[in-house]
């Protein structure tokens, strides 16, 4: 895995070309000169994009149920990538984006949906992400245009990977994420309108995750979320653009949702609930997905600040 590095006094980001444009390491300087993950960090090696620090998800965020959705009266079927029997997370995230341009600060990358004949979607489109490392933020950019002749619907997210702990054992991170709602999920799909229940009202306030396996997605998100890492002393707060109003929370466990707390938990700002395509076509409203006409763009921002 060849990366691009940026580093500054205080942050370190390196970013990987051929595995999606993800993050493969963003660290905070600690204790002894030591940069520590506060993204899960990715194997030098590594060749497989969903294990790094955080992805990209586009043309659309998530999940599609059954790989299939109608639009305009056209039933488009892709290619099912999970063994759930889903079309997942997109189709930008395992595939190699060229640099358009780098500096020491930043460095900008784009992806063209018409160089790949195996492109799991049925319109040409093209994405272009860029990050911005300042003194103590990072600044992801993400854009997603229509090179179609048609319009299309369409969603995109990223998928951050947060350490559980940094240089502290006794670490406990906590997280404040204000939402309006939990959306009722079958094998991680919504099935139906979001409501307020124990766990959305438990985010409006800074708190330690539930101890339970937990992979849910929430709508109303408002855009800002805290993590706190209290023993290292720590906090890094989420900004995403106002589009981004659909929050997934994954805090897996090991061996399943019997197993103990796996190192990581993923807090994923994204424009679209899980399979909104199909939900939206059901008559829930608020899902998320934007449409596309020729020639235009759907352009998001997400900072997230590091500090104490």
């Known amino acids: 895995m060849t990366c691009i590095a940026l580093v500054n006094k205080m942050l370190r980001l390196s970013i990987a070309p051929e595995l999606g444009a993800g993050i493969a390491d963003f660290s905070v300087l600690g204790p002894s000169g030591f940069y520590y993950p506060m993204m899960r960090r990715a194997a030098p090696e590594e060749t497989n994009a969903s294990l790094l620090g955080s992805f990209i998800m586009a043309p659309w965020a998530n999940r599609i149920a059954g790989a299939k959705f109608v639009f ?19 189709d930008v995230r395992k595939r190699p984006w060229k640099i358009v341009r780098q500096d020491s ?8 949906s018409k160089d790949h004949a195996d492109s799991n979607w049925a319109w040409k489109y093209a994405c272009e992400a860029e990050y911005v490392l300042e003194d103590s933020a990072l600044v992801v950019s993400l854009r997603v245009r229509n ?27 906590e997280l404040r994420a204000p939402v309006s709602g939990r959306y009722p999920l079958k094998a991680a799909c919504a099935i139906g309108p979001a409501a307020p229940d124990d766990l959305s009202r438990r985010l409006a306030n800074l708190a330690t995750i539930p101890d339970e396996h937990i992979d849910t997605v929430f709508a109303g998100f408002g855009g800002t979320a805290e993590l706190r890492w209290p023993s290292s002393g720590v906090t890094l707060r989420m900004k995403a653009s106002s589009s981004m109003n659909h929050l997934v929370l994954f805090a897996p466990h090991a061996n399943g949702k019997s197993g103990t707390p796996l190192p990581f938990i993923a807090v994923e700002p994204q424009t679209q609930v899980n399979d909104a395509f199909n939900l939206g076509a059901r008559g829930v409203k608020g899902t998320g997905t934007i449409v596309l006409n020729p020639g235009e763009e759907m352009l998001t921002e997400c900072r997230f600040a590091v500090g104490t």
């Open 105 to 112: 600060a930043s460095v900008t990358l784009a992806y063209e």
């Open 72 to 90: 305009e009266g056209r039933e488009i079927a892709l290619r099912v990538n999970t063994a759930d029997g889903t079309a997942q997370h997109g």
């Open 147 to 173: 090179l179609d002749a048609a319009p299309f619907p369409t969603g995109c997210g990223h998928h951050p990977y947060f350490s559980r702990r940094l240089w502290d054992d006794r670490d406990v991170i």
